[in-house]
Nanobody
């Protein structure tokens, strides 16, 4: 089992920035690809970004490219999502997730472990 705990969400004005963190425990963190997802009220969950276990392969949803940056620190068992130039449409609960199997970074499948989520609210 992998336990994931997100933090760093909050209420910010449009144009602001946040850095979300997700700390993992329970297994060898560097054996897992990590992804960030978000879900806004009344909308389907979106696959926002992903980073491979070694940090050398990345994925971003087209609508967040240039504003979101995913990174990881395997020594700290933590994955980050830096969000800049926040927009009201970024308002959502953001979840991190871990995937043990090898797969394309563009695939949102087989993320088996999930955090509880952190709320990001962007005011206009």
């Amino acid at each position: 089992q992998v336990q994931l705990v997100e933090s760093g969400g909050g209420l910010v004005q449009a144009g602001g920035s946040l850095r979300l963190s997700c700390e993992a425990s329970g297994r060898i963190f560097s054996n897992y690809d990590m992804g960030w997802f978000r879900q806004a009220p009344g909308k389907n969950r979106e696959f926002v970004a992903a980073i491979s276990r070694g940090g050398d392969r990345l994925y971003y949803l087209n609508s967040v490219k240039g504003r979101f940056t995913i990174s990881r620190d395997n020594a700290k068992n933590t994955v980050y999502l830096q969000i800049n130039s926040l927009k009201p449409e970024d308002t959502a609960v953001y979840y991190c997730a871990a995937r043990r199997i090898l797969a394309s970074m563009e695939s949102d499948a087989r993320y088996d472990y999930w955090g509880q989520g952190t709320q990001v609210t962007v005011s206009s």
